[in-house]
T-cell receptor
Framework: SQELEQSPQSLIVQEGKNLTINCTSS?????LYWYKQKYGEGLIFLMMLQKGGEEKSHEKITAKLDEKKQQSSLHITASQPSHAGTYLC?????????????FGQGTTLQVKP | EAGVTQFPSHSVIEKGQTVTLRCDPI?????LYWYRRVMGKEIKFLLHFVKESKQDESGMPNNRFLAERTGGTYSTLKVQPAELEDSGVYFC???????????????FGPGTRLTVL
């Protein structure tokens, strides 16, 4: 089983609609990083969350980390075609030496005009 | 400021051959990471350099993989001999400070797509 579960795996929404992507762990998350990837490109850093209950927003994207620090959500308001891509959550789980991120499988988002 | 760059962007080789991937981190970033994504799976950590030292190489699959970072600048990842299961996208990332600290986010390169036939 995976250490970090992302859902849904894929999502198709109409432009203007809101959507939420979830990232869940059975272990405490010491840091949760959201990235976006467009096909053939690298991962673009979106936001980092570290504290239980923390919430951050950038433009129309809001990320939250729950109080228990085991689940994070990424919410996009009024989606646009530019939001299309694959969203990945990466976690610092402090397993072994620090430095590595554990990733979820990603959520592929399509936004229909 | 230039981002993380990787070379080549694509590589197609035959089983048994050798391939060397290169990563140039963002200037001044002491921390350099290698990750890999094989088809259908999540991105997985391979190893972490702090300057020229290997901090964590727990994710390296086997001894066919050799990573170096001479002088603490760019890094290379050599696969010798390559096997079919080595196909995937190899990502490099760098960060100025350690994960877990504010500002410790990792900046990723575009990846090298490796195909082993």
């Amino acid at each position: 089983s995976q250490e970090l579960e992302q859902s849904p795996q894929s999502l198709i929404v109409q432009e203007g609609k809101n959507l939420t992507i979830n990232c869940t762990s059975s272990k405490t998350l010491y840091g949760l990083y959201w990235y976006k990837q467009k096909y053939g490109e690298g991962l673009i850093f979106l936001m980092m969350l570290q504290k239980g209950g923390e919430e951050k927003s950038h433009e129309k994207i809001t990320a939250k980390l729950d109080e228990k620090k085991q689940q994070s959500s990424l919410h996009i308001t009024a989606s646009q075609p530019s939001h299309a891509g694959t969203y990945l959550c990466g976690a610092d789980m402090r397993s072994g030496n620090t430095g590595k991120l554990i990733f979820g499988q990603g959520t592929t988002l399509q936004v229909k005009p | 400021e230039a981002g993380v760059t990787q070379f080549p962007s694509h590589s197609v080789i035959e089983k048994g051959q050798t391939v060397t991937l290169r990563c140039d981190p963002i200037s001044g970033h002491d921390n350099l990471y290698w990750y890999r994504r094989v088809m259908g799976k999540e991105i997985k950590f391979l190893l972490h350099f702090v300057k020229e030292s290997k901090q964590d190489e727990s994710g390296m699959p086997n001894n066919r993989f050799l990573a170096e970072r001479t002088g603490g600048t760019y890094s290379t990842l050599k696969v010798q001999p390559a096997e079919l299961e080595d196909s995937g996208v190899y990502f490099c990332a760098s960060s100025p400070i350690y994960l877990g600290l504010a500002g410790g986010e990792q900046f990723f390169g575009p990846g090298t797509r490796l195909t082993v036939l």
